[in-house]
């Protein structure tokens, strides 16, 4: 089909038919043109006229209509009363944060909670034991304690009012006859006490006064500390003579044989001289006490006011007891623990060098057996 050919429009019997000629650009293959000379047409029918073509002139293959899906129902918003405002989104790592610290709070809102809970019920407790005759509370001892101790535990309450009379004698004394009475063993610390007591002075009013038993010494005891007038602190230690309480002097003030000062100022060498000190391990040594037949320790009297070096043999009995005390043996120990310790001593190694040496460990603490 050229390009200058016109479409005619043909008048046949069968009805009025309109023609156009399709022509297809650039394809290879071309639509075969009848015998008969008629040009390939397609019937296009515009409009709701009808046509009058015969069965014979349409398709007789499947007609396909193109049909447009019903539009799906819009969605229809819902109001805010049923929805509630809107959550801001929060990340995960967020969200993860949020819930440890969820749990941490109402890990420790419980812990409180069990805390008030066990204070209610000491408290509830103790009302309910102040409410009942003190006959009626028991006290049963470990045999561990011992009778003595086991005693201390049990009358707790009226041994402790016993001492606090005690200090107030003691503290009210002006003069050392008045204070043998109350003192344990007076006739043996007579002498000792002539020559170093002092008058303690007034208590501080309105200032309480803490009671302790002792549990490291090598005898039960009491012990009351407090503060005085002039705002130091006193410590006073309680034992048993017989039936009734005494102070133990010595014990209260870390009295010996020989005190740190005499040793110091003294040019007579001492053999065996019993101290009460403040024992700390040391690292000093001398050619005549050297590290490796020797273990050196400070000894302090009791105000830790006035010290002295000295020095135990490895080998002695008495170095094993004080390297168990301090657990020297250790590479993790600090040597800054202190006990107090009742030793007997032999010294000074010569006059104007205060160094002496441990012949023995009576007992830790200064309350004697």
């Known amino acids: 089909m050229l390009p200058h050919k016109k479409n005619?429009?043909?008048?046949?019997?069968?009805?009025?038919?309109?023609?156009?000629e399709v022509r297809v650009i650039g394809e290879s293959r071309q639509a075969p043109v009848p015998e008969n000379g008629n040009r390939l047409e397609i019937g296009l029918q515009i409009g709701?006229?009808?046509?009058?073509?015969?069965?014979?002139?349409?398709?007789?293959g499947p007609v396909h209509r193109l049909e447009v899906e019903e539009a799906p129902e819009p969605l229809r918003a819902r109001p805010m009363s049923e929805l509630g405002p809107a959550a801001p989104y929060v990340p995960r790592r967020k969200r993860t944060k949020?819930?440890?610290t969820t749990w941490t709070?109402?890990?420790?809102?419980?812990?409180?909670?069990?805390?008030?809970?066990?204070v209610t019920g000491v408290m509830v407790a103790r009302a309910k034991q102040?409410?009942?005759?003190?006959?009626?509370?028991?006290?049963?001892?470990e045999e561990s304690f011992g009778k003595e101790k086991a005693y201390f535990l049990e009358h707790t309450g009226a041994l402790t009012r016993e001492a606090e009379v005690l200090l107030e004698q003691y503290s009210a004394a002006t003069s050392a006859e008045q204070v043998l009475p109350l003192v344990r063993d007076a006739s043996r610390v007579?002498?000792?006490l002539t020559a170093l007591w002092q008058p303690m002075g007034s208590l501080a009013k309105d200032l309480p006064v803490e009671t302790l038993i002792s549990d490291s010494e090598a005898r039960p005891a009491l012990i009351?500390?407090?503060?005085?007038?002039?705002?130091?602190?006193?410590?006073?230690?309680?034992?048993?003579?017989?039936?009734q309480l005494k102070i133990d002097w010595e014990a209260s003030l870390g009295i010996g044989e020989a005190q740190l000062p005499e040793l110091r100022n003294s040019k007579a060498v001492v053999k065996g001289a019993k101290v009460r000190v403040v024992v700390q391990p040391g690292g000093f040594y001398t050619p005549e006490f050297p590290e490796s037949d020797f273990r050196s320790y400070q000894l302090l009297d009791g105000a830790r006011e006035e010290f002295v070096w000295a020095f135990v043999r490895r080998s002695s009995r008495?170095?094993?007891?004080?390297?168990?005390?301090?657990?020297?043996?250790?590479?993790?120990?600090?040597?800054?623990?202190?006990?107090?310790?009742?030793?007997?001593i032999s010294g000074p190694l010569r006059e104007g060098v205060h160094l002496f040496e441990i012949t023995e460990m009576l007992h830790k603490g200064w309350v004697s057996p």
Request: proline letters at 5%.
């Open 8 to 20: 005619e429009a043909q008048d046949e019997s069968d009805g009025l038919r309109a023609g156009f």
């Open 48 to 60: 709701p006229g009808q046509t009058n073509a015969g069965p014979d002139r349409r398709a007789t």
């Open 98 to 100: 949020r819930s440890l």
């Open 105 to 118: 709070v109402w890990m420790a809102a419980g812990t409180c909670t069990l805390a008030v809970a066990a």
């Open 130 to 141: 102040s409410q009942t005759p003190e006959s009626a509370i028991t006290f049963v001892p």
């Open 190 to 192: 007579r002498e000792r």
């Open 224 to 243: 009351l500390t407090g503060t005085k007038a002039d705002f130091t602190r006193f410590e006073l230690v309680f034992v048993r003579e017989g039936s």
């Open 318 to 344: 008495t170095a094993g007891l004080l390297e168990a005390e301090f657990n020297e043996s250790s590479v993790l120990l600090e040597k800054t623990n202190a006990i107090p310790a009742t030793l007997r």
